[in-house]
C-alpha cells in the first residue's frame, strides 16, 4: 500500500488550495478513503470521509461547507478542495485508508497565513 500526496503550500487567509492522494498497491475502489490533519502541539484530527463509491462525504463542523473530498477511481486518487482557508486549518495533512487502517502517507504541509 502506498499514498502519496501533494498539492500543499502557503496560501492567504481566504485561499483556496486542492489536495490530491494518489494510491497503489491495493484496489483502491473497494476501500473507503479520509483526510487527516494535524497542527503543531496538536493531535491528528479526522477533516473528511468518502465512500468507496464516491457517494458519501462527511466532514466535522470545523471545516464543513469549506471542504469538499472527492475521489476519482479510474486514477486511484483522492482530493480535499479546500476553500475559505483559515490560519486555524494550518496542519500537515494526511491522507489514510479508511478510517483505522495503519495506512497512512507521508503527509502534505498546508500553511495558511498574510
Known amino acids: 500500500v502506498h499514498l502519496v500526496e501533494s498539492g500543499g503550500g502557503l496560501v492567504q487567509p481566504g485561499g483556496s488550495l486542492r489536495l490530491s492522494c494518489a494510491a497503489s498497491?491495493?484496489?483502491?475502489?473497494?476501500?473507503?478513503m479520509t483526510w487527516h490533519r494535524q497542527a503543531p502541539g496538536k493531535e491528528r484530527e479526522l477533516v473528511a470521509h468518502i465512500s468507496s463509491a464516491g457517494t458519501i462525504a462527511t466532514y466535522p463542523d470545523s471545516v464543513k461547507g469549506r471542504f469538499t473530498i472527492s475521489r476519482d477511481n479510474a486514477k486511484n486518487t483522492v482530493y480535499l478542495q479546500m476553500n475559505s482557508l483559515k490560519p486555524a486549518d494550518t496542519a500537515v495533512y494526511y491522507c489514510?485508508?479508511?478510517?483505522?487502517?495503519?495506512?497512512w502517507g507521508q503527509g502534505t504541509q498546508v500553511t495558511v497565513s498574510s
Open positions: 489514510r485508508r479508511g478510517y483505522y487502517s495503519d495506512y
Open positions: 498497491g491495493f484496489t483502491f475502489s473497494s476501500y473507503d
